[in-house]
């Protein structure tokens, strides 16, 4: 098991990418804090990964509040006595439109999620990877950050900032032995899926988009969750501030 005796908080982990993630953790040996705004949601993937033989506990959190995202790290020491790995995996997006149409208080809920999070979730787990001796940070980015759809303009935006904020925090870090990555993911089935799209989720639209990927078909929790394992285990200490397209081709 590549995960064995290390600890991770996977944000967003109700359901999507950060379920896969959290599972794949799970099933590698991680005991993982499933965190998410959506506390049943966070409960329920984590009585299924104990079901299943694995070490969870599920977390109410939303990770724009500071006392939240405190207590999400405690919780991963409380239950667990230490953290190795924080997944920064919970994201917001407005639905395809104008930028033009965006109203501010969207935009501010997708910068606090997706860029401002990644800071309160460093604030909290850096003084514990210090004392630990090192750690590993993972951001869930975008396609949208190198290769933007019309009609995302402030959620590409947002995962741009991401990218550079992973780039930033892993030369920033890198001294403490805390690295720090990101994923970015071509469009995926996930509850994300129709927002992005802009149009109703039929089998004609998917295939529109579907066309835009070399490889022809949408990311799945699972093609993220191997990625997010990579970065996460022993075989990827010289690894640090790479930004990884999960995309099937369509950032080429
Ligand atoms: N689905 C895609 O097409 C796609 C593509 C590229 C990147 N992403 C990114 O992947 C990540 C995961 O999204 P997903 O596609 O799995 O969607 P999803 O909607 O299935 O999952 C997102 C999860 O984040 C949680 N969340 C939202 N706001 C939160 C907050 N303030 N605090 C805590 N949790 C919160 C939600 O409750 C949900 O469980 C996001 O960062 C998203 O931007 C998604």
Do not use: W
């Amino acid at each position: 098991m590549r995960l064995e005796n290390k600890v991770a908080i996977v944000t967003g982990g109700g359901s999507g990418f950060g379920q896969g993630i959290s599972e794949l953790f799970a099933a590698e040996g991680a005991a993982v804090v499933v965190a998410d705004i959506n506390g049943p949601a966070a409960v329920a993937v984590a009585e299924a990964i104990g079901e299943a033989g694995g070490r969870a506990v599920g977390v109410q959190a939303d990770v724009t509040k500071r006392s939240d995202v405190a207590a999400m790290v405690a919780a991963a020491s409380e239950n667990f006595g230490r953290l190795d790995i924080l997944v920064n995996n919970a994201g917001a997006a407005h639905r395809n439109k104008s930028m033009l149409e965006v109203s501010e208080e969207e935009f501010d809920l997708i910068y606090n999620v997706n860029v401002k999070a990644i800071y309160l979730a460093a604030l909290e787990a850096v003084p514990l990877f210090r004392k630990q001796g090192g750690g590993c940070i993972i951001n869930t980015s975008s396609t949208a950050a190198l290769r933007p759809r019309p009609g995302l303009t402030v959620y590409n935006g947002s995962k741009g900032a991401a990218n550079i904020m992973t780039k930033s925090m892993a030369v920033e870090l890198a001294p403490e032995k805390i690295r720090v990555n990101a994923i970015c993911p071509v469009i995926g089935e996930t509850g994300l899926l129709e927002t992005f799209m802009g149009v109703p989720d039929t089998p004609e639209n998917r295939k529109k988009f579907e066309a835009t990927i070399p490889l022809g078909r949408f990311s799945t929790p699972a093609d993220i969750a191997q990625a997010a394992l990579y970065f996460a285990a022993d075989e990827a200490s010289f690894i640090t501030g790479v930004c990884m397209e999960v995309d099937g081709g369509r950032c080429i």
